[in-house]
């Protein structure tokens, strides 16, 4: 199975900026055989989108504005996690999520942000208090926004349910005060799994997101990681019958 991470510059937003980058990206991975694609944290709407506008306003998600996103899916037969905002239906809380989208353009799950600061660029954000591991082709698999990442608990769980790799979407730059640290090999080590993130680029607004690292890890250890401007999909090859990771390094191919 080939997976592919899209390293880009999405933290900025708006949507209708955001969107056609994604489907670049989209298009990029399915030429380079790609089976599951993961984006960063709110890939959708952009990190600070909130911070812009006198009026949030967050849909019931996946939204009329996915179509050309979930037809790439469909056309492709690809496996979709997708970070975005997203509102309740019945509740109508909103949520940091993940939104995984199969191959038939369904919604196989969603995982809901379950540590959040709840100020500034989150403010708007209703922590989720689920934390279940999503069915998808292949294996099952335990997801992780950002700061769910920081503490091995919420892995552990995941494991514990079944999750056989833990995907981590993220907007999380190493910093002094706040940075990731060693997080997610000690959630690797802590969980015996293999931890996936797909973090962004970019150089905008309170945070400089341009040496956020995505990440491949094993056995409590950093494989191969990516930095840098250059925004990028990343591909790596998994061996899903022996539950290992092929590649020994990302193959990197820019996106303009």
Same mark, same amino acid.
């Given at each position: 199975?080939?997976?592919?991470?899209?390293?880009?510059?999405?933290?900025?937003?708006?949507?209708?900026?955001?969107?056609?980058?994604?489907?670049?990206?989209?298009?990029?991975?399915?030429?380079?055989?790609?089976?599951?694609?993961?984006?960063?944290?709110?890939?959708?709407?952009?990190?600070?989108?909130?911070?812009?506008?006198?009026?949030?306003?967050?849909?019931?998600?996946?939204? @009329?504005?996915?179509?050309? +996103?979930?037809?790439?899916?469909?056309?492709?037969?690809?496996?979709?996690?997708?970070? #975005?905002? !997203? $509102?309740?239906?019945?509740?109508?809380?909103?949520?940091?999520?993940?939104?995984?989208?199969?191959?038939?353009?369904?919604?196989?799950?969603?995982?809901?942000?379950?540590?959040?600061?709840?100020?500034?660029?989150?403010?708007?954000?209703?922590?989720?208090?689920?934390?279940?591991?999503?069915?998808?082709?292949?294996?099952?698999?335990?997801?992780?926004?950002?700061?769910?990442?920081?503490?091995?608990?919420?892995?552990?769980?995941?494991?514990?349910?079944? @999750?056989?790799?833990?995907? +981590?979407?993220?907007?999380?730059?190493?910093?002094?005060?706040?940075?990731?640290?060693? #997080?997610? !090999? $000690?959630?690797?080590?802590?969980?015996?799994?293999?931890?996936?993130?797909?973090?962004?680029?970019?150089?905008?607004?309170?945070?400089?997101?341009?040496?956020?690292?995505?990440?491949?890890?094993?056995?409590?250890?950093?494989?191969?990681?990516?930095?840098?401007?250059?925004?990028?999909?990343?591909?790596?090859?998994?061996?899903?019958?022996?539950?290992?990771?092929?590649?020994?390094?990302?193959?990197?191919?820019?996106?303009?």
């Amino acid at each position: 199975m080939k997976v592919a991470l899209l390293h880009l510059d999405l933290s900025g937003g708006p949507q209708d900026a955001n969107l056609p980058m994604l489907q670049q990206a989209l298009g990029l991975a399915a030429g380079e055989g790609a089976n599951w694609v993961v984006t960063p944290e709110m890939a959708l709407q952009g990190y600070f989108f909130a911070e812009k506008t006198a009026q949030v306003k967050i849909p019931v998600q996946p939204d @009329a504005s996915l179509g050309p +996103v979930i037809q790439l899916v469909i056309r492709h037969r690809l496996t979709l996690f997708l970070g #975005c905002a !997203e $509102r309740d239906a019945e509740t109508g809380k909103c949520y940091n999520s993940c939104l995984v989208i199969g191959s038939d353009g369904s919604v196989l799950g969603r995982h809901r942000k379950t540590r959040s600061h709840k100020k500034g660029a989150e403010a708007w954000v209703t922590e989720g208090d689920k934390l279940e591991p999503i069915s998808c082709p292949g294996m099952k698999v335990g997801i992780m926004v950002c700061a769910d990442s920081w503490f091995v608990d919420k892995a552990r769980v995941l494991r514990d349910k079944g @999750a056989e790799v833990l995907v +981590v979407l993220a907007a999380w730059p190493p910093t002094e005060e706040c940075g990731p640290g060693d #997080c997610w !090999e $000690r959630c690797s080590m802590a969980t015996g799994l293999p931890v996936w993130v797909c973090n962004q680029t970019g150089n905008r607004e309170a945070i400089d997101f341009s040496q956020a690292q995505s990440v491949v890890v094993a056995d409590g250890k950093a494989l191969f990681s990516y930095s840098g401007l250059q925004p990028a999909v990343l591909l790596f090859d998994w061996d899903c019958e022996r539950k290992r990771v092929l590649s020994d390094r990302f193959k990197v191919v820019a996106v303009d």
